[in-house]
């Protein structure tokens, strides 16, 4: 099964170099509006995601990455900002 992007298959690696961390995959499912957001985004930007999501320390920080990719949220924006290291 593909969720924009998600398949069963690269869920199931976890958090291996190329799989989708299991906690991203989890709390994105569960939000409709996140999944858009992230299908939305280019391969470079879903990879800077994932790299991310790879160093969140707490459950709270993988859900605040998940829900900051809502439609109506500057998804680019927000990537801008941690570059510069306002996070």
Known sequence: MDFN???GESMATGSGSDGIPMGFA???MMNDGAMQG???L???EKENLLM??????SKGEM???VDDLAPG???RAIMDEEREGFF
């Open 63 to 65: 859900q605040r990455i």
């Open 42 to 44: 280019t391969e470079a």
């Open 52 to 57: 991310r999501c790879r160093d969140a320390k």
């Open 38 to 40: 992230y299908a939305g």
């Open 73 to 75: 949220t500057d998804v």
């Open 5 to 7: 992007g998600i398949d």
């Open 26 to 28: 989890m709390n994105l």
